[in-house]
């Protein structure tokens, strides 16, 4: 099959991470894939930002910003038609951003099936969290994409729920979570091994790994630490960096945590699975209510004993006691408790990350997986266009 790949993605972050490998996995299955996309950052460092996108958003008026954005589907739409035309595509894959609407554009064009990826709804998102200078036309334009693919492939069922509420209809309603790589995380040392790198070899490693916002509630683990609840041979890594890393070190050294708190900075994503396996308590403190973690995902292929909220989207993956310990949101201290928890009972760290690991293959939570299931879509959307081509030259004949 011929995949014209087409997504906004310009920053090295987990959203990178979710495209490369599905495009590697589609390819791998012997499918060739076109990818139309601005070109990234020279450092294939995770978490490295494209500085010029910030400062345009950072200093133009809301509303100016959002109407260039829209502009740019038009200039989006020219490179991706000159692909179609060059490649000659049986189906357009795209990544769904706010006002981006070039597949959309391309499949009225060309009548190419649209599979479109939804990891966020970006206007809601963005509304609440950075800022929205015409809102109405944000959703606007997220619900006439949406309710134009042919397939919407939501990352949670909690996000699906808020698709569908766009009017699109159940049965082009397709979740695909994120997954892993199994050859990539399959070559990380064993946790002794790992620790060892890092100079902690007796130590009890408590991980978390991304782009650390003020909302992923870190600060509640750097706080913790320095209780007479943590043990003394507690140690906090913190892998990756974000806006709010210059606070949380200054917490640290305000704390007096010296070097049991650490923090890696941006990493080579080829680094990820080496660190992560030094973890003995994989930290999810909080995530949005539509979210599919890919940090969780990472923490369940390399058995990690993992600590997140009890909440709707996390339950699509995570049971509380078999293969994580949740925690209640509403409740003060719970995350402080579960990790007191966990610290203290070295079995039930055990059962929990051979559960971790088993759960990969039960729930079929790889890229391999995806993109299979992305391909038996775009098959089926082949052949209900065909089938309507038919009927309508029968009609006209």
């Known amino acids: 099959m011929r995949i014209l790949y087409h997504h906004r993605t310009a920053s090295r972050d987990g959203q990178t991470v979710h495209i490369d490998e599905m495009i590697a996995a589609l390819r791998a299955l012997g499918h060739q894939v076109c990818?139309?996309?601005?070109?990234?950052?020279a450092d294939d460092r995770m978490g490295t930002q494209v500085g010029w996108v910030q400062r345009l958003r950072s200093r133009?008026?809301?509303?100016?910003?959002?109407?260039?954005?829209?502009?740019?589907?038009?200039?989006?739409?020219?490179?991706?038609?000159?692909?179609?035309?060059?490649?000659?595509?049986?189906?357009?894959?795209?990544?769904?951003?706010l006002y981006l609407l070039a597949?959309?554009?391309?499949?009225?064009?060309?009548?190419?099936?649209?599979?479109?990826?939804?990891?966020?709804p970006l206007a809601q998102e963005r509304g609440r969290f950075g800022g929205l200078g015409l809102p109405w036309l944000a959703h606007l334009a997220e619900g006439l994409v949406w309710r134009s693919a042919?397939?919407?492939?939501?990352?949670?069922?909690?996000?699906?729920?808020?698709v569908a509420a766009k009017g699109v209809p159940a049965e082009r309603?397709?979740?695909?979570?994120?997954?892993?790589?199994?050859?990539?995380?399959?070559?990380?040392?064993?946790?002794?091994e790992a620790k060892r790198e890092l100079g902690w070899s007796d130590a009890l490693i408590?991980?978390?790994?991304?782009?650390?916002?003020?909302?992923?509630?870190?600060?509640?683990?750097?706080?913790?630490?320095a209780t007479p609840a943590a043990p003394a041979h507690a140690r906090l890594l913190i892998v990756g960096d974000g806006p709010v890393r210059g606070d949380l070190e200054s917490l640290a050294r305000t704390l007096g945590l010296g070097e049991r708190v650490r923090f890696t900075?941006?990493?080579?994503?080829?680094?990820?699975?080496?660190?992560?396996?030094?973890?003995?308590?994989?930290?999810?403190?909080?995530?949005?209510?539509?979210?599919?973690?890919?940090?969780?995902f990472e923490y369940l292929a390399l058995g990690k004993a993992i600590v997140a909220p009890r909440q709707a989207n996390i339950e699509e993956v995570l049971v509380d006691g078999r293969n994580a310990v949740l925690f209640d949101v509403a409740q003060p201290q719970s995350l402080e408790?579960?990790?007191?928890?966990?610290?203290?009972?070295?079995?039930?760290?055990?059962?929990?990350?051979?559960?971790?690991?088993?759960?990969?293959?039960?729930?079929?939570?790889?890229?391999?997986?995806?993109?299979?299931?992305?391909?038996?879509?775009?098959?089926?959307?082949?052949?209900?266009?065909?089938?309507?081509?038919?009927?309508?030259?029968?009609?006209?004949?």
């Open 265 to 296: 900075g941006v990493v080579d994503r080829h680094r990820v699975p080496a660190l992560v396996a030094a973890f003995d308590i994989a930290l999810q403190p909080a995530v949005v209510a539509y979210a599919s973690p890919l940090k969780l």
């Open 337 to 397: 408790v579960a990790l007191a928890r966990l610290c203290a009972d070295n079995a039930l760290r055990e059962r929990l990350a051979t559960a971790a690991r088993a759960t990969i293959e039960s729930m079929g939570l790889t890229w391999d997986s995806n993109a299979r299931r992305v391909i038996d879509l775009a098959r089926r959307a082949l052949g209900g266009r065909n089938s309507q081509t038919a009927v309508a030259s029968a009609s006209g004949s």
């Open 150 to 162: 042919d397939f919407v492939l939501p990352v949670t069922q909690v996000l699906a729920a808020q």
């Open 60 to 97: 133009l008026p809301k509303a100016v910003y959002e109407l260039m954005e829209l502009a740019y589907s038009v200039v989006a739409y020219r490179r991706l038609a000159r692909a179609a035309r060059e490649f000659r595509p049986d189906v357009i894959y795209e990544r769904y951003n």
């Open 173 to 192: 309603l397709v979740v695909i979570p994120n997954g892993i790589n199994e050859t990539h995380f399959a070559q990380a040392p064993v946790p002794a």
């Open 206 to 225: 408590l991980g978390f790994t991304g782009f650390v916002r003020d909302w992923h509630g870190v600060d509640r683990v750097v706080r913790w630490m």
């Open 35 to 41: 990818v139309v996309a601005p070109s990234q950052p």
């Open 103 to 120: 597949g959309l554009m391309l499949k009225r064009r060309s009548g190419l099936p649209l599979l479109l990826e939804v990891n966020a």
